[in-house]
């Protein structure tokens, strides 16, 4: 082979293989640009989420604080209703073995006695 023939074809070897590796890394630098937004973006939506569940966990438990107090207010107004009802009930025991009544019935009414639904 001539020298200029070898030259002539190394130089245009030398310039595809230039071309061919300024595309590869044009290509390259694509897509690390396209995985570094795309990397941004779901930062942002992790971020979002994780925002959106602490908010939901903040509207929870107070939701879960408000019921129980709603549970301790109908507690505490159970029991004062009880109290009343056990002094009531204690005045009228009085009341009874004041008058020679015995207050325990030798036999309790069944379910079907005070039956009004004929």
Known sequence: MEPALITALVGGLT?????????????????????????????????????EAAQKDAEHKAELEKQATGFQKERRRTNRKLARIKAAAGKWREQLLTNDIQPDPAEWPTEDDNDDSE
């Open 15 to 51: 310039a595809l293989g230039t071309g061919a590796w300024k595309l590869i890394d044009r290509a390259d630098k694509k897509r690390e640009r396209r995985e570094a937004a795309v990397e941004e973006l779901l930062r942002e939506r992790i971020a979002t989420l994780e925002a």
